[in-house]
């Protein structure tokens, strides 16, 4: 039982534009979420979280959106660099404990 | 240590042997959890420990696993009688009980049964 997907396995965006990478939940019961990016031979590392009090949290080029009516976050990185080439996971943790529930991940590419 | 610390880096076993993966999480990290990541999969979860709490061991696949934290510091991962299909990147992570930004993950061992 997947409760947290990442649809896309891949995507390739030329540098400078917009990448949108999007996460969908299943469980109703998470209320924080959060973005982490992975480099090949590293662990993964904290990006960006949101809260599900809002619906929008920006970190300078990175910005999360969260629609909890219809269980969906997306990551948008703007301009897009060719250092943000990398797995990004999306992960969801419940109201109560602390362990995270991650996506399977979606491979950046962000072409000079 | 500034960081969370995993060794090996990398295990090739023969299968059939048993493996031990060892976790050094950040100091003063009350949690400690233990994920892998198999070729073209996400992070899958294994165990937690938090604290002096019994650990959740929810995400063990088989019986063949186990985990110990000790003094709640060091922990180990062990897999016994290993199998190809135990192949796959083992992460380690930390946190304190709970942080905005999540865990602090280590670079993970590379396990290969061959």
């Known amino acids: 039982d997947q409760q947290v997907k990442q649809n896309s396995p891949s995507l390739s965006v030329q540098e400078g534009r917009i990448s949108i990478l999007n996460c969908d939940y299943t469980?109703?019961?998470?209320?924080?979420f959060l973005w982490y990016k992975k480099y090949p031979a590293e662990g993964p590392t904290f990006l960006i979280s949101?809260?599900?009090?809002?619906d929008k949290n920006e970190d300078g080029r990175f910005t999360v959106f969260l629609n909890k009516s219809a269980k969906h976050l997306s990551l948008h990185i703007v301009p897009s660099q060719p250092g943000d080439s990398a797995v990004y996971f999306c992960?969801?943790?419940?109201?109560?404990?602390?362990?995270?529930?991650f996506g399977e991940g979606t491979q950046l590419t962000v072409n000079p | 240590g500034a960081g969370v610390s995993q060794s090996p880096s990398n295990k090739v076993t023969e299968k059939g042997k048993d493996v031990e993966l060892r976790c050094d999480p950040i100091?003063?990290?009350?949690?400690l959890y233990w994920y892998r990541q198999s070729l073209g999969q996400g992070l899958e979860f294994l165990i937690y420990?938090?604290?002096?709490?019994?650990?959740?061991k929810s995400g063990l696949p088989s019986d063949r696993f186990s985990a110990e934290r000790t003094g709640g510091s060091v922990s180990t991962l062990t897999i016994q009688r290993t199998q190809q299909e135990d192949s796959a990147v083992y992460l380690c992570?930390?946190?304190?009980?709970?942080?905005?930004?999540?865990?602090?993950f280590g670079s993970g061992t590379r396990l290969t049964v061959v």
């Open positions: 992570a930390s946190s304190l009980d709970w942080d905005i930004s999540g865990y602090t």
């Open positions: 420990f938090q604290g002096n709490s019994a650990p959740d």
């Open positions: 949101i809260s599900s009090i809002k």
């Open positions: 992960a969801a943790k419940k109201t109560s404990g602390s362990r995270l529930t």
């Open positions: 100091s003063g990290h009350t949690a």
């Open positions: 469980n109703s019961m998470f209320d924080y």
